[in-house]
């Protein structure tokens, strides 16, 4: 089993790749020495991301998609500029390269796109505002480009994460005053390496809590 990490500078993307091993993975990060002894890693730019064209040959058995930004937001303070980026960032980019893996053909026959997700996206909880709508709206696209792509045997499933104990969790718990325990990120890693495996999967949006 094959597997290319977009986004892959992310701690959950590098724990999974020390887990499974045979991933690749692209980043639009800086690189640092962490990653290149886990990862085989290409850099690339969200604004020009067809030069990646002729940079990634191989074929996949799944794709994971970890572009995504948590800040704080309020629709009753309502800043465009901000919810643009937001939304650029957590639904835009995401959609964009999904497009990018199915022109390039970089699946296998069977092969799944995986885009990381949040349980951010069924709650209307204060503070998530901009973020909530933008993974409500990249859930709902996978399961439209789940019917599009049936036909050419590539499986779209979106997998919606509960509040990790990392940087970007902590920061999400304290801003909205969750009351949600945290989970591990062993146990996102031994649930997606179990998902990663099945091949019936297609349409989901599986939560881990």
Do not use: W
């Not at 919810?83 to 497009?99: A, G, R, T, V």
Request: aromatic share 10%; proline share 0%.
């Amino acid at each position: 089993m094959k597997n290319l990490h977009f986004g892959g500078s992310s701690n959950l993307s590098l724990k999974l790749a020390e887990e499974i091993r045979n991933t690749e993975a692209v980043s639009s990060k800086k690189i640092t020495k962490i990653y290149t002894k886990i990862f085989k890693i290409k850099q690339y730019d969200y604004l020009n991301l067809f030069k990646l064209g002729n940079k990634i040959t191989e074929k996949y058995d799944n794709v994971l998609i970890f572009n995504g930004f948590y800040s704080a937001s309020f629709l009753s303070i309502f800043n465009r500029k901000k919810f643009m980026n937001d939304f650029e960032i957590n639904f835009l980019i995401p959609i964009e390269i999904s497009n990018f893996i199915i022109e390039k053909s970089l699946l296998k026959k069977n092969g799944s796109i995986f885009f990381i997700s949040s349980i951010a996206a069924k709650e209307d909880r204060i503070g998530n505002a901009y973020y909530s709508i933008a993974k409500n709206a990249l859930n709902f696209s996978s399961k439209i480009l789940s019917n599009e792509q049936r036909k050419r045997n590539i499986r779209i499933n979106s997998i919606a994460l509960g509040i990790v104990k990392n940087k970007m969790g902590i920061k999400a718990k304290k801003i909205t005053n969750s009351n949600k325990k945290y989970i591990s990120l062993n146990k996102v890693t031994k649930k997606i390496k179990e998902l990663l495996k099945n091949k019936s999967l297609n349409k989901k949006i599986i939560k881990i809590i």
